[in-house]
Structure formats: structure tokens, C-alpha cells
């Protein structure tokens, strides 16, 4: 199949840029107006615990999820949810895996205050914690970044697991590979569960609704994509290529098309691994 996506979806313009608070898209030391040099946090977890417990409810260190309310820095208000997310963000792609940890979702996220959105994990900087959004919606995503593109860019490890998370209204539009609304790419057993994607997707090759890319007996289940999807090469509505992970339950109702092969309603490319959908 070739062509343009068909379709009715959101489109929220991305801009190369970013605003002054941010350093690649994601906010510093989002509680309070002072700003540290990323060295520091890359030093050690504890550090990172320190910074976000001024905006999450701890439980034991390791489940963390936001307290109600916001904080100004330098005349932006931030809520105290998008704080966790972009702290995430900021965590993970300086070298944090966030193995053992949990965090949850307690209310809608809207993350149209942030002009360009880094997405969790990049390549060697995985995601390996449990993140649950617990039905709520994250909203007004923008990513334009560079390989690993979606609210979660790169997730590993058979105790990763991302479940109940929706995002919608997000604009995913871009040039490069392994683009998914929710994961990027999907490695080593790890799992994406109960999630649904409303956003509009246009990539390189390895586009889904879900996860761009998955590998090495990974499990995709009880999710699906409901808007447009466009790009070259191994695009689905769930995942563009699956090599050796489990999809089941999971159903695709956008358009999906590609300028070039391996080109699916739910899986562009099924290189082993199996898949069952609607």
C-alpha cells in the first residue's frame, strides 16, 4: 500500500524550539526557580529522589505519584503531574533505568505548557520501571525527535511495563524511525499493556499507532489506535515491525498507509513472534 493517511485527526503544530526553562524539552529542577547541571543528577539515583519527592507522594521510595496542585518558575505554572512526567523524562535519558521503581497517574495531563516534548528513554537510556497512567489522558504531546519517538522512547527489560496510558491529541510528525504513540521501541520481554492512542503519526520506517518497534519476546496487549498512521517502510496500526514479541487483543480502526512495503491494519511486519487483533 501506498499513499497519504485518510482520516480525521488532531494536529497540533510542533515548532524547533523550546522554551527558556527547558534544556531539550524537558523542564530541570522543576520545583523551585534554581536549575542544576544535568552532571548532578546523572551522579545517582538518590538525587533524583530528592528532586521529585518535592512534587510526588512517596510510597517506600519507589512508587511515586503527583501531588495535587502546581508551582510557578519564572512565570510558567507547571502542575505538579507534568512535573513528574518531565522529570521522568530528564531522569531516564541521563542514564536512570528506573528498574524497581513505579509511577502512577492521578488525573489528565495536559503538556501543551512544554513546546517540544523529549520522550523516555533514547538510545542507550532505557526505561525499565513500571509506569501506570491509570486511564488518564495524556494530552498535547509534540515530538519532532530523533530515532526513538513517542512518550516513551525506549523501553526494556522483562519488569518494564507501561499499562492504562492514553495519549491523545498529540502530534507525532516526523522523518525518522521507530516512532509509536506510546513506545517507541519495545525491548527485551518488556510489556505495553491496556493503552490507546488518539493522535495523529507520520514517520520514517518502523511507525505504529502503539510501538514503532518491538523485539526479543516482548508483549503488546488489550491496546488500540483509533487515527491516521503514514510513513515509508513497516507501518501498522499497532507496531510496525514485531521481531519475536506476543500482540493479542489489540485492534486498529485509522488508516494506515507507506510509501514502501510491509505495510499493515495491525502489524506492518511480522518477522516471528506472534500477533492476534481485530
Known amino acids: 500500500t ?43 539515583y538518590p538525587s533524583f529522589a530528592t528532586e521529585l519527592h518535592k512534587y510526588t ?24 503531574a507534568q512535573l513528574l512526567l518531565s522529570k521522568l523524562a530528564q531522569a531516564v535519558n541521563l542514564g536512570h ?26 538510545s542507550g537510556f532505557v526505561f525499565s520501571g513500571v509506569f501506570n497512567g491509570n486511564g488518564y489522558k495524556i494530552s498535547n504531546l ?71 518497534k518491538s523485539t526479543s519476546t516482548s508483549t503488546i496487549k488489550n491496546c488500540y489506535n483509533k487515527n491516521g498512521i503514514s510513513g515509508i517502510d513497516y507501518v501498522g496500526g499497532i507496531i510496525g515491525n514485531n521481531a519475536g514479541s506476543t500482540i493479542t487483543t489489540c485492534y486498529n480502526v485509522g488508516a494506515v498507509t507507506g510509501n514502501g512495503s510491509n505495510i499493515g491494519g495491525i502489524v506492518g511486519k511480522n518477522q516471528s513472534g506472534t500477533f492476534s487483533g481485530k
Open 2 to 44: 501506498s499513499g497519504n493517511v485518510s482520516g480525521v485527526y488532531a494536529i497540533r503544530p510542533c515548532f524547533n524550539m523550546v522554551m527558556p526553562e527547558v534544556e531539550g524539552g524537558v523542564l530541570l529542577n522543576a520545583a523551585d526557580t534554581t536549575y542544576q547541571n544535568s552532571s548532578l543528577l546523572a551522579s545517582s
Open 57 to 80: 507522594t512517596e510510597t517506600s521510595g519507589t512508587t511515586f505519584t503527583p501531588k495535587t496542585g502546581s508551582t510557578t518558575v519564572n512565570g510558567v505554572t507547571y502542575t505538579y
Open 97 to 122: 533505568d528506573m528498574s524497581g521503581c513505579t509511577f502512577n497517574l492521578n488525573a489528565d495531563v495536559d503538556m501543551s505548557v512544554f513546546t517540544i516534548w523529549s520522550p523516555i528513554g533514547r
Open 142 to 212: 509534540c515530538s519532532a525527535g530523533s530515532g526513538f519517538v513517542g512518550l516513551f522512547g525506549y523501553v526494556s527489560g522483562s519488569a518494564a511495563n507501561v499499562k492504562n496510558v492514553a495519549v491523545v491529541d498529540s502530534s507525532w510528525y516526523t522523518t525518522n524511525d521507530n516512532v509509536g504513540s506510546i513506545v517507541g521501541i519495545l525491548a527485551n520481554s518488556a510489556t505495553v499493556e491496556s493503552c490507546y492512542s488518539e493522535c495523529g503519526i507520520s514517520g520514517g520506517s518502523y511507525v505504529g499507532g502503539i510501538v514503532g
